[in-house]
């Protein structure tokens, strides 16, 4: 039986459809790849119930509340106090998934900036991460975390990053965390695998984003939470690691950031 080196998924859609069918199935699979912990991202409010049920049942699962950008427009009226008040749950250890995306400009840019400041702002108040989503929005996400940060510390991470080598520098001196996806692995995935390389080993995670995105060589698959291994052994091949420093490393830096979350013993 092979022993792998314990791994956390930093981002997983648990309750999404391709995984919510065979829940108990994708986190025994991941389990047996090593997978010691999953924090199950919410994308809009309807959600939220769901996402903290499955971490109330499942004890190495931790949830998070919050408005993805391409819902910020049905969520315009979403007040500060309905996302304060939902952070209290004990298994709710993050605010997010938000931020801007520009790419497929679901919803009016001005509501998607609106969010995000409110959920900094709920940040900033808890103490509780980030968990930041930008595409095709590099400068409108650094001109809101410059001034939001000058107003007051919030623990922050960039998850599936995606983003250019000066965005992503940028983001570290202004004391973020970087997470890696199974984009890394892609063949044209060249600037980020040279940006992957410069991330301090204390500022980085590794996620899978399931079911999105699944690493080579499970292209082309609907992703699970299993191939966050994948993940880090590429990743840890392009840094020179061995693979279980990484992954003690990435596990360290997840409750270190997420610091509501127990380690386990």
Same mark, same amino acid.
């Given at each position: 039986?092979?022993?792998?080196?314990?791994?956390?998924?930093?981002?997983?859609?648990?309750?999404?459809?391709?995984?919510? /069918?065979?829940?108990?199935?994708?986190?025994?699979?991941?389990?047996?790849?090593?997978?010691?912990?999953?924090?199950?991202?919410?994308?809009?409010?309807?959600?939220?119930r769901?996402?903290?049920?499955?971490?109330?049942? /499942?004890?190495?699962?931790?949830?998070?509340?919050?408005?993805?950008?391409?819902?910020?427009?049905?969520? !315009?009226?979403?007040?500060?106090? %309905?996302?304060?008040?939902?952070?209290?749950?004990?298994?709710v250890?993050?605010?997010? /998934?938000?931020?801007?995306?520009?790419?497929?400009?679901?919803?009016?840019?001005?509501?998607q900036?609106?969010?995000?400041?409110?959920?900094?702002?709920?940040?900033?108040? #808890?103490?509780?991460?980030?968990?930041?989503?930008?595409?095709?929005?590099?400068?409108?996400?650094?001109?809101?975390?410059?001034?939001?940060?000058?107003?007051?510390?919030?623990?922050?991470l960039?998850?599936?990053?995606?983003?250019?080598?000066?965005?992503?520098?940028?983001v570290?001196?202004?004391?973020? #965390?970087?997470?890696l996806?199974?984009?890394?692995?892609?063949?044209?995935a060249?600037?980020?695998?040279?940006? !992957?390389k410069?991330?301090?080993?204390?500022?980085?995670? %590794?996620?899978t984003?399931?079911?999105?995105?699944?690493?080579?060589?499970?292209r082309?698959?609907?992703?699970?939470?299993?191939?966050?291994?994948?993940?880090?052994?590429?990743?840890?091949?392009?840094?020179?690691?061995?693979?279980?420093?990484?992954?003690?490393?990435?596990?360290?830096?997840?409750?270190?950031?997420?610091?509501? !979350? /127990?380690?386990?013993?």
């Amino acid at each position: 039986m092979t022993v792998h080196a314990p791994l956390i998924d930093s981002h997983c859609h648990l309750n999404y459809a391709g995984l919510a /069918e065979r829940q108990g199935e994708v986190l025994a699979n991941a389990r047996a790849a090593g997978v010691s912990g999953f924090l199950n991202i919410s994308t809009r409010e309807r959600e939220w119930r769901d996402v903290v049920a499955t971490a109330e049942r /499942e004890p190495d699962v931790w949830a998070t509340v919050g408005i993805h950008p391409h819902e910020a427009d049905q969520h !315009a009226d979403l007040g500060r106090q %309905v996302l304060l008040h939902a952070t209290r749950h004990p298994r709710v250890i993050g605010i997010g /998934e938000s931020g801007l995306d520009y790419y497929y400009d679901k919803s009016e840019r001005t509501v998607q900036r609106d969010l995000f400041r409110t959920h900094i702002g709920v940040a900033r108040e #808890t103490g509780l991460p980030l968990v930041i989503h930008t595409r095709d929005a590099e400068e409108d996400t650094l001109a809101i975390l410059e001034d939001e940060l000058g107003q007051g510390a919030f623990p922050a991470l960039i998850h599936c990053f995606t983003a250019s080598a000066a965005f992503g520098q940028r983001v570290l001196e202004l004391g973020l #965390t970087v997470s890696l996806s199974g984009i890394v692995t892609f063949k044209n995935a060249r600037e980020i695998q040279e940006f !992957a390389k410069e991330i301090p080993a204390d500022r980085l995670l %590794v996620e899978t984003d399931s079911p999105f995105l699944a690493p080579v060589p499970h292209r082309g698959k609907p992703c699970e939470p299993a191939f966050v291994r994948n993940t880090a052994e590429f990743v840890a091949q392009l840094r020179g690691e061995d693979v279980a420093d990484l992954a003690a490393n990435t596990s360290r830096n997840f409750f270190a950031l997420f610091s509501k !979350a /127990e380690a386990p013993a």
